[in-house]
């Protein structure tokens, strides 16, 4: 059983063949991440108040919201940065 279906071991151990395409999601999620992320901290800076101060916490959620997405978007780039180093 020389294949890559579900009978060969290297199918679940991770063990591929070195012709396997290396994909690094990485990249495009902390690009989408950091740039969803910086476009609501933005909403979120700039938007209206009244907004804000009608809801019953007052809590500018979008700025905080966006701030995590963007934090999470730069760690996934460092993650990249990283392991290209190698």
Do not use: C
Request: hydrophobic share 45%; proline share 6%.
């Amino acid at each position: 059983m020389n294949g890559n279906g579900p009978n060969d071991v290297s199918f679940f151990t991770g063990n591929s063949p070195p012709s396997t395409m290396h994909l690094d999601v990485r990249l495009p999620i902390g690009l989408m991440f950091s740039i969803f992320g910086a476009l609501l901290s933005l909403f979120g800076l700039f938007g209206g108040r009244e907004v804000y101060e009608k809801h019953p916490l007052q809590v500018n959620i979008n700025l905080y919201w966006g701030l995590v997405l963007l934090v999470f978007g730069v760690f996934m780039l460092v993650l990249v940065s990283r392991t290209r180093k190698r």
